[in-house]
């Protein structure tokens, strides 16, 4: 399996306030995604990284971003938090992009008050 | 548009038997990937199988074969002698010619009676 953890892991917060979801791999891979996954919509892009520093946006970037530091670290930021944000939030890492697998972190349940 | 579209939202299928979960996709590139995860329970995401638009081998991993027809534009996951630990949401997903992103369905929730 791949090395790649997500933290926290379930988190209760109130609308308004900031919040920060980390994703650390121990793959070195180039790439790693923040999607979302929501009840009728499957899993959706938020933001990727193709290098330290290097992002760009999904389909569903507003209200979000990202920082990349380190290889193993991918940063989601959540400015002020909504209901709407309230999902599973899932980090994958590919060493490639186009058909290179993506392997997913086990998620990080979030609910937004 | 590039889609993927599954028409199954919930299926069953007897332990030891066999299941086809249907996947069809849309797009016009040349060059793709198809990839089928598993979700179960639990909540992860588990990699299963993954088909490259010119291999011209069906491929199989253990009791998991993706049934790949180009001209259909389809991607049937193919199950052989289900196991309870089997029950699952089963995603299809593709990622079109040298694109980071991976393009979802919305999911087959298969659940294997005993």
């Known amino acids: 399996d791949a090395g790649i953890t997500q933290s926290p892991r379930h988190k209760v917060t109130e609308t308004g306030t900031p919040v920060t979801l980390r994703c650390h791999q121990t793959?070195?891979?180039?790439?790693m995604y923040w999607y979302r996954q929501d009840p009728g919509h499957g899993l959706r892009l938020i933001h990727y990284s193709y290098g330290v520093k290097d992002t760009d946006k999904g389909e569903v970037s507003d209200g979000y971003s990202v920082s990349r530091s380190k290889t193993e670290d991918f940063l989601l930021t959540l400015e002020s938090a909504t209901s709407s944000q309230t999902s599973v939030y899932f980090c994958?890492?590919?060493?490639?992009?186009?058909?290179?697998?993506?392997?997913f972190g086990p998620g990080t349940r979030l609910l937004v008050l | 548009a590039q889609k993927i579209t599954q028409t199954q939202p919930g299926m069953f299928v007897q332990e030891k038997e066999a299941v086809t979960l249907d996947c069809t996709y849309d797009?016009?590139?040349?060059?793709?990937?198809l990839f089928w995860y598993k979700q179960p329970s639990s909540g992860e995401m588990i990699f299963l199988i993954y088909?490259?638009?010119?291999?011209?081998q069906n491929a199989t991993e253990g009791r998991y074969s993706l049934n790949f027809q180009k001209a259909r534009k389809s991607a049937n996951l193919v199950i052989s002698a289900s196991q309870l630990g089997d029950s699952a949401m089963y995603f299809c997903?593709?990622?079109?010619?040298?694109?980071?992103?991976?393009?979802f369905g919305s999911g087959t929730r298969l659940l294997v009676r005993p």
């Open positions: 994958a890492i590919s060493d490639a992009a186009g058909e290179e697998t993506q392997y």
């Open positions: 088909q490259g638009s010119y291999d011209e």
């Open positions: 793959e070195n891979h180039r790439y």
């Open positions: 797009t016009s590139d040349q060059s793709y990937g």
């Open positions: 997903a593709m990622t079109p010619d040298s694109s980071y992103k991976l393009i």
